[in-house]
């Protein structure tokens, strides 16, 4: 493995994991009509797909971004100002976020004023605005099949930020205790490749919870993101192949499959990089956008 580049991941992921953490859980806005597990109605993810014992998955959860518009009794738009969720950047909301052409589109653009956004820690004055999207208070769920088509953003080198991930609906303590699990992330830093990553207290040392090998030849193209997760370990694939298979190993007091034995939810987001991965000084980029195509998930 490739030890600098592996470091260098986890100095990012724990310098920011701690934030997205924090913010992931506020929701903006949300339907309180909604509840945390997916509508009664009965989704439908397309062909059926078997599991390794032959049943089929049942599909809880689809959205192919049809329409012009985000459904927002599935999603809520990241606002800094109610989140805390910044990287140097403000999340207003849904500015930012469109979909077209059965396609969600979340972009960080570089503004032509500075644009300020209240922050706990103080106000944020930046000429970057970017996009997040989340399922809390909508939908989550422990276990399953969990399925994104995606593109990453077009890029010339460091500067970009792109995650896949999950969170828990009801974490308890300070990260990573009630678990992470990124299913990619993208650092425009290394453009050949997307790493995943599972943040909880382990007893198992940190290179069996990421993968910083897992080449993807152009990940500005639609791949397919999946997670396959169940009682005993978590496995993420990339196009069908597999890139990270881990046993879940807890730390004193944890036990079994903990924290990963409840239900988590999804977020998307596409933001500015930091640390090694930000813009080096006097570059940047006019508009940078992460592609959703679907997400699918079966339990």
């Known amino acids: 493995a490739d030890t600098e580049a592996r470091a260098t991941a986890l100095a990012a992921a724990q310098a920011d994991a ?16 909604a509840g945390n597990t997916a509508p009664p109605t009965g989704p439908s993810c ?24 985000l459904d927002t009794t599935k999603w809520h738009p990241i606002n800094t100002m109610e ?5 140097g950047d403000c999340f207003l909301g849904d500015r930012n976020i469109a979909v077209s052409g059965g396609v969600l589109q979340l972009s960080t653009i570089r503004e032509a004023e500075p644009v300020t956004c209240d922050h706990p820690a103080g106000p944020v004055t930046t000429n970057y605005t970017s996009a997040a999207v989340s399922s809390f208070g909508k939908f989550s769920q422990a276990y399953g099949r969990y399925e994104i088509r995606a593109a990453m953003p077009q890029t010339n080198g460091a ?3 792109s995650a896949l991930w999950m969170l828990p609906q009801d974490p308890k303590g300070t990260w990573p205790g009630s678990g992470e699990i990124d299913i990619v992330e993208f650092y425009s830093q ?29 990940p500005t193209d639609f791949h397919t993101y999946v997670l396959e997760w169940t ?24 036990v079994g499959s903990a924290p990963f034995d409840t239900p988590f939810n999804l977020n998307l987001t596409q933001m500015l990089g930091t640390g090694d991965n930000a813009f080096p000084a006097g570059q940047g980029i006019d508009k940078a956008t992460l592609q959703v195509d679907y997400v699918k998930v079966w339990q």
Request: proline letters at 10%; aromatic letters at 10%.
């Open 159 to 161: 500067g970009l930020q």
């Open 231 to 254: 009682a005993q370990k978590l496995t993420i694939s990339i196009d069908g192949t597999t890139c990270l298979d881990h046993t879940i190993s807890p730390m004193a007091p944890l």
């Open 83 to 87: 989140s805390a969720f910044s990287y």
């Open 18 to 33: 701690q934030a997205q953490f924090d913010a992931a859980q506020v929701p903006v806005d949300p339907d309180p009509g």
């Open 190 to 218: 290394y453009p050949d490749r997307l790493i995943p990553a599972l943040h909880y207290n382990s007893v198992l040392p940190w290179g069996t919870r990421t993968n910083n090998q897992c080449l993807v030849y152009k």
């Open 46 to 69: 397309g062909s059926p797909i078997l599991k390794s014992d032959g049943t089929p998955w049942a599909c809880t959860f689809v959205d192919e971004f049809r329409g012009d518009t």
